[in-house]
């Protein structure tokens, strides 16, 4: 089911400080922008082969902090019913992110009410 870890995500107050903080002081790139016209982009950074999404706290309406780790997988829909099957909250079905990004998530929940995310990526 899981091929790897796609991404550790958090929220934010000041996303360019962020991207200033983690390019200028601990060297990652910036991979990829999604612009978001209610508030600051959301940004992926390299961090060796698994990705820091920054995500912007008015948009997310979240505490600032971590919000979730995502895990990269062939099927969002097949993996979701299978954590299903196995007796797993799942705590947002599968959908896709629209903007003709090929994407789709989900959210499920681990040990401890961890928010953790499936994602796939058409290519």
């Known amino acids: 089911m899981v091929q790897k870890i796609h991404?550790?995500?958090?929220?934010?107050?000041?996303?360019?400080?962020?991207?200033?903080?983690?390019?200028?002081?601990m060297g990652l790139t910036v991979v990829e922008r999604f612009e978001n016209e209610d508030?600051?982009?959301y940004v992926f950074l390299d961090a060796g082969g698994i990705l820091l999404e920054l995500m912007p706290q008015k948009a997310m309406g979240a505490?600032?902090?971590?919000h979730h780790?995502?895990?990269d997988v062939d099927s969002v829909e097949g993996s979701?019913?299978?954590?299903?099957?196995?007796?797993?909250?799942?705590?947002?079905?599968?959908?896709?992110v629209g903007g003709g990004t090929g994407i789709t998530?989900?959210?499920?929940?681990?040990?401890?009410?961890?928010?953790?995310?499936?994602?796939?990526r058409e290519k």
């Open 105 to 120: 998530l989900g959210f499920f929940e681990g040990p401890n009410n961890l928010n953790l995310q499936l994602f796939h």
């Open 7 to 25: 991404k550790i995500a958090i929220v934010t107050d000041d996303i360019e400080g962020a991207v200033e903080f983690y390019t200028q002081k």
């Open 80 to 96: 979701s019913q299978e954590l299903k099957d196995k007796g797993v909250n799942i705590t947002k079905e599968p959908f896709d």
């Open 39 to 41: 508030d600051e982009d």
């Open 63 to 66: 505490d600032v902090g971590f």
């Open 69 to 71: 780790i995502s895990f």
